[in-house]
């Protein structure tokens, strides 16, 4: 906090004697910032430190694993939003021959829950499609290992087939209409997120629950750039095949209708 706090007295005294402009050190160079952009990254830090906040005080108590996986403790984006999980999958809770498409798996956090919790019948399986890029934006294969080791300390590696690749690519692959619940939580970025959707759109059963993370994710940046613009598209053009069971930092949907041709 005392290293963040020295760099914004530096920038706000270097803007001050530029005329609202600084220069500042990114990756060993040197960046020319205006003050717009600044406000922009100012708002885009505080953003972040209030959602922080926010999710640690909806955190649920104790540790919400039955086994002790590996994860990186700075990035838990998952067990914050249990209750609404736990309200719209209860039903399904241990039901046979349960499908489910997890598309951004990262770590591993919402697979193991959903395995430990939701796919707890033997016949349930999983299918999990990453592309394993750490937050630097490159791919990463201690990533990977991590989550196929705690896939395999799960003892759920022979129900779970993991896709590497590019989502709006590989959905293309997998089997229409297969699928119980369907969890997306990939690219942010709004043009990806709607293909996304649509793509789940027809792997998804009728009466099948579908989940899109981070719907109020960064609401100060351009619409194109978080899932929210992506997500009311798809709600706005499907509305009469799908039923909104939660909206709030997550949106859960159930599939009500068959699709037409």
Known sequence: MRKILGILAVAIVSAAITGGSIWYIYEDKYVFSTSYEIKLWWENWT?????????????????PYKKPYVFNDDNDWFTHKLPSWQVALQDLVGK??????????????????????????????????????????????????????????????????????????????LP???????????????????EDLILVHRLLKVGG????????????????????AAADTFMEFYANQYEILHIDYQVILRKLEPDSI
């Open 47 to 63: 953003d972040q430190f209030e959602e922080r906040i926010v999710l640690a005080e909806q955190q649920p108590k104790g540790n």
């Open 96 to 173: 046979p021959g349960l499908n489910y498409l997890e598309v951004g798996v990262y770590e591993g956090r919402s697979v193991l829950w959903m395995l430990e919790n939701v796919l707890t019948d033997p016949t349930s399986t999983v299918t999990g499609i990453d592309i394993f890029y750490e937050m630097d934006g490159r791919y990463s294969e201690s990533l990977k290992q991590r989550y196929l080791s705690n896939i395999e300390l799960a003892g759920a590696a022979d129900r779970t087939m993991t896709v590497v690749g590019w989502s709006q690519e590989k959905l293309r692959e």
């Open 176 to 194: 229409l209409y297969n699928y119980d619940i369907v969890y997306v939580d990939a690219s942010h970025r709004a043009p990806q997120v709607l």
């Open 209 to 228: 629950i579908l989940i899109l993370d981070d719907y109020r994710h960064w609401m100060h940046r351009p619409p194109m750039t978080r899932p929210k």
